[in-house]
């Protein structure tokens, strides 16, 4: 099996300071991984290094061995969902904010029906009213959980999950994790939450944008 | 109908009514005094040799002349408009000389050849005059669309990342901020239009009225510059915003720091 995303020896330098320094991984389909570190560790770097955010200064970054470029980052960007830890919903309520995605001309043809926008909001244990809500009038917690759901309708091969738990109770977090937790999903996520780190198979330690350690399945 | 002319005397007593702002602003603690002379000396100056310009312009009427005029206009404005606007003239001069030129040429030969129809094109009494308050709202207008996009595009930099990262392409993620820019470009425009006549009486009207004109002859050429100002600007606006957006981003459609100037 070939791996979903490979980092190869990437340096990433921003403003004129080194962000990210010799980063070698490879994450396979089906992979739970979490990258943890100290804050400015550069755990969020490596998420947008993959999505074409930052220019590399060495290296190579593969998605399904097509090397990251200008001709192949809007592919890679139409195969992954980013979520954020203050998520963005970019529309006045929160169905138009769940279809947002799909006015774009790469899922219009995608667009879901309004059983499917109930059923994954449940999934994330979100009433099917909050759908009518307007988007300013939503708590922090209920936000990541919209956009988890958007990225969850969008059926995309990987998540990137940036600290997508933080506002969320102790009952929300676990049905995330729970809906997260699918083996068909591949998941690399930025968290300190150990129950999530329980649930993943590799974590990666970074320290001042090197990669410290790799520990899998509890192995060092 | 001859303009009655002002005679020297005439002007000092009109420089004198500036004396009394002058001294209203002074009673108010406002100290401005140096700025209000520095800014009435410039504007004589510049208005003398405007003048001075124009009239050997009109004698001259000489179609490389006057096309020589309309691109010293041109370039100024181009410049003019991307410091107001904040962006760095080394990377985006080309793209805005690009949007104004063809704008304001195509909207003021459109004027001059088809609507008013001199017996030349290139007769510096159209073309110069209306070339220029056409450029000159079409500054405006272009000063204010790429001051708005560019600003929103820093202001709302986490939502149009995460326009990017739900697919869309540079286009489709931009495309909010680009209709408000473009709006705002023609808003003051379309306002002015709705209430022109009603709330003031229109600048270039006013001076025809004055110079002779027949008030319906003065009513038939404001509608005609306001219709070319609009077009222009339009234009111009959305040519200058879709231009620069192949400058300002990078291959992965990230917003070059380097580009743009100081906020």
């Known amino acids: ?220 | 109908m001859e303009t009655l002319d002002i005679k020297l005397p005439q002007m000092g007593l009109l420089y004198g009514l500036c004396l009394l702002p002058g001294l209203l602003l002074w009673l108010i603690g406002l100290r401005l005094s140096r700025d209000i002379a520095i800014s009435i000396l410039r504007m004589s100056i510049q208005l003398a040799l405007v003048g001075i310009y124009l009239k050997m312009l009109f004698n001259l009427n000489h179609p490389w002349l006057n096309g020589l005029w309309i691109l010293i206009m041109l370039a100024v404005a181009d410049l003019s408009i991307l410091r107001r606007a904040g962006l760095k003239a080394r990377y985006f001069a080309l793209a805005t000389f690009t949007a104004i030129s063809s704008s304001v040429l195509f909207s003021t030969a459109y004027l001059v050849t088809l609507v008013i129809q001199p017996a030349h094109f290139y007769d510096a009494r159209y073309i110069v005059p209306l070339a220029g308050m056409i450029l000159g709202n079409c500054l405006q207008g272009n000063v204010i669309a790429l001051e708005r996009f560019y600003s929103a595009l820093r202001k709302n930099e986490n939502e149009y990342a995460t326009f990017l990262m739900l697919g869309a392409t540079r286009w489709e993620a931009v495309r909010p901020y680009f209709r408000d820019a473009v709006k705002a470009a023609i808003n003051p425009t379309i306002a002015s239009m709705a209430t022109m006549g009603l709330v003031s009486l229109p600048g270039m009207m006013t001076g025809q009225i004055l110079g002779g004109s027949e008030p319906w002859l003065a009513v038939k050429y404001q509608i005609a510059i306001m219709i070319c100002i609009f077009t222009s600007t339009a234009i111009a606006s959305i040519i200058n915003l879709k231009l620069s957006l192949n400058i300002a981003f990078n291959a992965y459609d990230v917003l070059k720091d380097e580009v743009i100037g100081k906020s």
Not at chain 1, 22 to 31: E, H, R, T, V
């Open chain 1, 1 to 220: 099996m070939s791996p979903l995303i490979r980092f190869d020896q990437v340096s990433v330098t921003a403003r004129n300071k080194t962000i990210l320094s010799n980063i070698s991984f490879a994450l396979f389909p089906g992979d739970k991984a979490v990258l943890c570190g100290k804050s400015g560790s550069g755990k969020s770097s490596i998420l947008r290094t993959l999505l074409g955010l930052y220019s590399l200064k060495s290296g190579t970054v593969y998605f399904q061995k097509i090397p990251l470029s200008p001709l192949s980052v809007q592919t890679i960007r139409s195969c992954t969902a980013y979520i954020g830890q203050e998520p963005m919903l970019g529309a006045d309520n929160v169905r138009e904010a769940l279809l947002l995605p799909f006015q774009f001309k790469t899922h219009r043809e995608h667009r879901p029906k309004e059983a499917q926008l109930i059923e994954v909001l449940q999934r994330l244990q979100l009433p099917a009213d909050i759908l009518n809500q307007e988007s300013r009038s939503i708590s922090g917690g209920e936000k990541q959980r919209i956009a988890l759901a958007r990225g969850l309708l969008l059926g995309k091969k990987l998540y990137l999950l940036d600290e997508v738990t933080s506002a969320l109770d102790a009952e929300s977090k676990q049905a995330v994790f729970d809906v997260f937790s699918d083996p068909r999903l591949t998941v690399l996520s930025v968290t300190h939450d150990t129950d999530w780190m329980a649930r993943c198979s590799i974590i990666f330690e970074l320290e001042a944008g090197r990669l410290a350690q790799v520990k899998r399945n509890g192995n060092t």
